[in-house]
């Protein structure tokens, strides 16, 4: 162990779980942990808890798809008091591994398995303490004592060896609040427990959109099934005019979950960091994005499934990418859905992936670890043609919420509409907002909303988001960008009014993306280029640029093992 004995953890959610479950498996004695939680319950974080979810809202993984903790949920699920299951119309007897929880419910899975680990945790003789209702407020990191400062409701201060932030999603405000009908987020979703008698604009078609539909439907109509087990939805008397009206930039629905060959998604064969050493060795440092494809993804299918390998290997991503969107965009988004959702449906019953899905979700969480060394060029290219697909593909909807849409969309109380990249949404001071797009037929619209709901999920936050300003008046943290691998791209860029590309004045040229920079490690890295050996960073919204894919418990167990290993250098590597 290096001089760390002093550890703080900020939040208390699924990072923080993995995290401390990574200390406790160490049984190092000579650790001191301090988890700082915001509100009174570890575990849930903002997705499980009521801060992200209601009762109508489900998980979109199953058991067999969550990394191990400390006891599964089918064992979990067991123990569970019977009033409970009977509010989810849960039969323990006849739950399994494939199934999906409410989130709430799995946000007690997980509180449950925080108090397991603090048991495991006392009983090996460990120091450690859970602070509930402590909002971390600042954070200075004290160069010349090699330790660092929490600063905890505003007043109270406690010095660290090593802090490890977990502090998880952050939705901020902009007009919410100020505004009667205008949400800069759907979270938390009591907010849209409410009747409507209007139309609602939803920004967005994502997993966030449907939580959002979801909420807002029950409070305007009711669900039932039909004589043949197919749902349907009937408005209330006094929500007539109710209707919801999604907005999206592609034009898009989320992709149906579907069985998965390998549930946990393992990388086994995808690149090692050798490789990807060996490569940037070659490559002027930098990771080729189209070797990342040919690597990660292409090559899968040579043995697995030949066919559809060569159909796609002389493809460019840019070909591959055009040839799945049109695929898509050629069928109306709900007869699509339709389809995928049968599609989804035989692949679970013979448990038979869907192959070209599931490696497009390997290949996401592959390429999210390293893209810190792709060139300026790969990430603008990344961002603008593989992430849209990604997005859609990986979403992975539950099947409950695609049979809630398709009720929806068939009773005509929800639409799809496409609009452009130039579209923006203006607050109006009396209530609600106004949507300014062009539609596919080319024409300027501009319609007004009583009731608006941004639903594009979290978002990228920048530097200039970072909740501690501590770590920003000091510099511990520092702006994240990348480097132009040609110089004339980036002078081209920036000439055509790209305001996110600076130059140094030397000849290089950068693309400013958002949050902060980080290593390997997770850790901080000032100006300078050195990394901080105090202050690591878990929580997503704020290292974006340089993580640009969200993969949820995957990410989790994945940061938490590197952020062990670096604390604990003279350790043996932690096993998965």
């Not at 090559?299 to 060569?310: I, S, V």
């Not at 992975?396 to 009773?411: D, G, I, R």
């Not at 791209?489 to 000439?495: C, D, H, Q, R, S």
């Not at 995957?554 to 932690?574: G, L, N, R, V, Y």
Request: proline fraction near 4%.
């Amino acid at each position: 162990m290096k001089n760390i004995s002093r550890i703080a953890i900020i939040g208390g959610g699924p990072s923080a779980l993995f995290m401390f479950k990574r200390f406790v498996d160490t049984g190092n004695k000579n650790v001191s942990i301090q988890i700082f939680e915001k509100n009174n319950q570890v575990g849930a974080g903002m997705p499980y808890s009521t801060d992200g979810a209601n009762d109508e809202h489900v998980t979109n993984v199953s058991s067999n798809e969550i990394p191990l903790l400390v006891t599964t949920i089918v064992d979990w699920i067991k123990t569970v008091h019977k009033d409970t299951l009977d509010k989810y119309h849960i039969d323990k007897n006849d739950f399994n591994e494939y199934k999906v929880l409410p989130r709430l419910l799995f946000g007690q899975y997980l509180s449950h398995q925080f108090k397991l680990l603090q048991a495991q945790a006392s009983a090996a003789g460990m120091q450690f303490n859970v602070n509930y209702n402590s909002e971390v407020t600042d954070i200075i990191d004290v160069q010349d004592q090699q330790l660092v400062t929490v600063e905890v409701n505003g007043t109270e201060r406690y010095n660290f060896d090593a802090i490890i932030i977990c502090s998880g999603h952050n939705w901020p405000k902009a007009n919410e609040g100020k505004i009667k009908g205008f949400f800069d987020s759907p979270y938390p979703p009591s907010k849209l427990a409410f009747e409507c008698n209007t139309p609602v604009a939803i920004k967005g078609s994502s997993l966030t959109a449907i939580d959002a539909l979801r909420t807002l439907s029950r409070y305007n109509g009711d669900y039932t099934k039909d004589e043949n087990g197919i749902l349907t939805y009937h408005l209330k008397d006094t929500s007539t005019g109710f209707k919801l009206i999604m907005h999206s930039r592609n034009g898009l629905l989320p992709a149906v979950r579907f069985h998965l060959e390998d549930p946990h998604l393992s990388k086994n064969e995808t690149l090692t960091p050798d490789e990807i050493q060996q490569h940037r060795e070659q490559n002027d440092g930098f990771l080729s994005l189209d070797y990342v494809f040919d690597r990660d993804f292409k090559a899968a299918f040579k043995l697995k499934r030949p066919e559809f390998y060569e159909k796609i290997k002389l493809l460019s991503i840019e070909q591959f990418v055009d040839s799945m969107m049109q695929l898509r965009e050629s069928i109306d988004p709900f007869d699509l859905l339709k389809m995928e959702y049968d599609e989804a449906a035989q692949s679970i019953e013979q448990r038979r992936s869907v192959y070209w899905k599931e490696m497009l979700a390997i290949l996401s969480f592959a390429m999210n670890y390293p893209a810190k060394y792709l060139s300026a060029e790969d990430m603008m290219r990344l961002q603008k043609t593989l992430m849209p697909l990604i997005s859609v593909v990986i979403a992975f909807v539950p099947q409950s919420s695609v049979e809630e849409m398709l009720a929806l969309h068939k009773a005509g109380l929800l639409e799809l509409i496409t609009v452009d990249d130039d579209s923006y949404v203006e607050p109006v001071n009396t209530g609600g907002a106004i949507y300014h797009y062009i539609d596919e037929n080319k024409k300027q619209q501009t319609i007004y909303y009583n009731t608006y709901v941004d639903c594009v999920g979290q978002p990228h936050l920048n530097y200039e988001d970072f909740p501690y300003e501590g770590l920003i008046n000091k510099h511990t943290i520092t702006p994240a960008r990348l480097k132009f691998r040609n110089a004339d791209t980036g002078l081209a860029a920036m000439n055509s009014g790209n305001n996110k590309v600076e130059t140094d004045g030397k000849g290089n040229y950068y693309l400013n993306v958002p949050g902060v920079v980080i290593n390997d490690n997770f850790q901080t890295v000032d100006e300078y280029g050195a990394y901080n050996e105090r202050v690591y960073i878990m929580a997503v919204p704020y290292i974006g640029g340089y993580n640009p894919d969200y993969s949820g418990l995957d990410f989790c167990e994945a940061a938490s093992k590197k952020i062990i290993e670096s604390i604990i250098k003279d350790e043996p590597a932690i096993s998965n």
